[in-house]
């Protein structure tokens, strides 16, 4: 060493803080790739990225790898600044502790923090390109990477630990999934992202939330007369109708209205011509999760159910195209039924019937209301109040008013929601008032 000129000595001391550089930021840069877009990069044919995955698929030999080369360019490093102090300024033990000082924190600040930071800032920056240098490294390595190994496995195995990871560690969770597609930020666009979201909510709400309530379906009663048939089928708004006997729970049949329209051509109809032409009902029970309801759809190749609770009694209907407005938001507005197009008017005010479903309204209005429980304003009127109202009777839900307008039948049939400018004092709770 001491045959060797300063500027040799100097070069290699920098060469060999540059090796330490490098393996300290490409251990952080790879240990910081995001597994998900590397695995993207890879199916696009990026070589770099393909050579990332396989040393990532094998941490142990990479990191072993890494932090020998890291360890021996510490060593070296410090070895030279010894030797050097020891050649300028003797065996002098105040000029080696100094040496030793200063090498420490040449190492601890551009070595080791300055490389990582580098490193945990942009990992795909550094990782891919320094994926070529790392394979080679790790197959010169790979005797003393393999000896070391099976030293460090035996050991683990003694501690009742494993070296293979859990192929199934990686994996993301429904949850951490939801998690990752709301921080996407930019990435996606916030259509893709309700959609996604709106996806894995179906999982956690059944048919009883998405489909039309019983008072809203419209069907035809085959203990009618000829002429309520034909005006009902030439004014129906669906393709299909629900065809009962004398009670909606008598569900006999479905009918489609193209077929109706072709038993209208003739001079006279009867109740049984209308039943020649009825497809079969399908029933589904209350409480089915939405999910699984499209799997039947697709399963059965129907798209049309009725929805029945277990005594039997009929609760709604739902369709196929229900289940898809739930996934991509309000598409069609053809039938008065439905409270598509719901506005707040330049007063902050909206009249909504009391049918309306809870989930429509915090999707159209932002409204917040609670779908816990009552899955209509009526019903979470009615559980609030815990009686029926009178007509303009108001109710505080947060930042929304709640005023009833009609009552017919003993049921809310109107109401005006009001944006209130202040909170009620407790959020989670209604205020009632005259």
């Known amino acids: 060493m001491e045959e060797l000129p300063i500027w040799a000595q100097l070069l290699a001391l920098l060469v060999l803080m540059l090796l330490s550089a490098f393996f300290s930021i490409s251990e952080t840069s790879m240990m910081a790739l995001n597994r998900y877009r590397l695995g993207h990069l890879v199916r696009k044919g990026r070589r770099s990225a393909r050579l990332a995955a396989e040393l990532l698929g094998r941490t142990d030999r990479l990191l072993s790898s890494v932090l020998i080369g890291n360890n021996i360019a510490n060593v070296a490093l410090t070895a030279i600044a010894t030797a050097l102090a020891i050649r300028y300024f003797g065996n002098n033990d105040t000029a080696l502790l100094i040496a030793t000082a200063a090498v420490a924190i040449v190492i601890i600040l551009f070595c080791e923090i300055t490389p990582k930071v580098i490193g945990a800032r942009f990992p795909e920056q550094v990782a891919l390109p320094a994926s070529y240098p790392l394979t080679v490294l790790t197959r010169l390595l790979h005797p003393l990477v393999w000896a070391i190994n099976t030293v460090v496995s035996r050991s683990l195995a003694l501690l009742g630990l494993r070296l293979d990871a859990d192929e199934e560690a990686g994996a993301l969770s429904p949850e951490e999934l939801r998690s990752a597609v709301l921080e996407s930020g930019n990435f996606l666009p916030q259509k893709h992202r309700s959609i996604l979201l709106n996806f894995f909510d179906l999982e956690n709400i059944t048919v009883d939330d998405v489909m039309v309530p019983r008072q809203r379906i419209e069907a035809l009663d085959l203990a009618g007369s000829e002429a309520d ?3 009902q089928i030439t004014t129906c708004f669906h393709n299909k109708l629900p065809v009962y006997e004398g009670e909606i729970n008598r569900v006999v049949g479905i009918l489609h209205v193209r077929r109706g329209l072709s038993l209208l051509q003739r001079d006279t109809i009867d109740a049984e011509d209308l039943r020649e032409e009825l497809a079969e009902p399908y029933f589904v029970p209350s409480g089915t999760p939405v999910f699984r309801q499209l799997q039947f759809f697709q399963e059965s190749r129907r798209r049309l159910a009725l929805v029945v609770d277990e005594y039997g009694e009929l609760q709604g209907l739902l369709t196929l195209a229900d289940i898809i407005e739930e996934l991509v938001g309000e598409f069609t507005s053809s039938s008065p039924s439905r409270d598509a197009g719901l506005n707040w008017n330049e007063r902050g005010e909206v009249q909504v019937e009391g049918s309306v479903a809870l989930r429509d309204l915090n999707r159209q209005l932002g409204t917040g209301f609670p779908v816990d429980g009552p899955r209509t304003l009526n019903g979470l009127i009615l559980e609030t109040l815990r009686e029926l109202p009178e007509a303009d009777v108001g109710i505080r839900f ?20 009001q944006r209130l400018d202040r909170p009620a004092p407790d959020e989670a709770r209604p205020d009632a008032a005259d």
Not at 398 to 407: A, L, P, S, W
């Open 398 to 417: 947060g930042r929304i008013g709640v005023v009833v307008t009609q009552i017919e039948d003993r049921t809310i049939r109107s109401v005006r929601l």
């Open 229 to 231: 048939w034909r005006d």
